[in-house]
Antibody, heavy 123, light 107 residues
Framework: QVTLRESGPALVKPTQTLTLTCTFS??????????VSWIRQPPGKALEWLAR???????YYSTSLKTRLTISKDTSKNQVVLTMTNMDPVDTATYYC???????????????WGQGTLVTVSS | DIQMTQSPSSLSASVGDRVTITCRAS??????LAWFQQKPGKAPKSLIY???SLQSGVPSKFSGSGSGTDFTLTISSLQPEDFATYYC?????????FGQGTKVEIK
């Protein structure tokens, strides 16, 4: 059974750095083709893909947020960490992590999602 | 970045109706398109990948079609549990992008 759970602060101040942890079970990031992505959703708005880290440590980032994001993994702990620097109120959103897997010739799929964690940016 | 545009943004339908949602990509994405369903306060759920392949466990009333730039999601007979917001997502190239969502409401 695949599960993912996001954890981190519910409230951060403007200019601070946000650190979120995705703890997962039911798969391993040492398995070829396995990845974890982060996606966020401001209240009442659409989904926005942020970053992805692969089993072989390849990393991919949102174009607009690339300078502020860092994604890393600890395979032994089954965890993926996302840091976002210089937080602003517009970054207030629910942040999700999702398992991402290679599906043969069908590319990489977001198949299992965590429940999400709401992060509010306010002084 | 590839822009994904869904239409309509919202629709009202009755139980038993056939519903179609359209997603258009700003450039060709082959069939690297997924559809998600999201209910209020919940995480998105994967429905379809590769434009027309059903995720395991998803009922066959959901179907997808399209290739290139134009795609559709069809719900053959709307049931109460299908009232939700639906998102398309392209994974042809980075950064991955989502449509703005289509909210399906009860008429």
């Amino acid at each position: 059974q695949v599960t993912l759970r996001e954890s981190g602060p519910a409230l951060v101040k403007p200019t601070q750095t946000l650190t979120l942890t995705c703890t997962f079970s039911g798969f391993s990031l040492s398995t070829s083709g396995m990845c974890v992505s982060w996606i966020r959703q401001p209240p009442g708005k659409a989904l926005e893909w942020l970053a992805r880290i692969d089993w072989d440590d390849d990393k991919y980032y949102s174009t607009s947020l690339k300078t502020r994001l860092t994604i890393s993994k600890d395979t032994s702990k089954n965890q993926v960490v996302l840091t976002m620097t210089n937080m602003d109120p517009v970054d207030t959103a629910t942040y999700y992590c999702a398992r991402t897997r290679r599906a043969g010739g069908s590319g990489y799929l977001l198949d299992y999602w965590g429940q999400g964690t709401l992060v509010t940016v306010s002084s | 970045d590839i822009q994904m545009t869904q239409s309509p943004s919202s629709l009202s339908a009755s139980v038993g109706d056939r519903v179609t949602i359209t997603c258009r990509a700003s450039q060709g994405i082959s069939n690297y398109l997924a559809w998600f369903q999201q209910k209020p306060g919940k995480a998105p759920k994967s429905l379809i990948y590769a434009a027309s392949s059903l995720q395991s466990g998803v009922p066959s009333k959901f179907s997808g079609s399209g290739s290139g730039t134009d795609f559709t999601l069809t719900i053959s007979s709307l049931q109460p549990e299908d009232f939700a917001t639906y998102y398309c997502q392209q994974y042809n190239s980075y950064p991955w992008t989502f449509g703005q969502g289509t909210k399906v409401e009860i008429k």
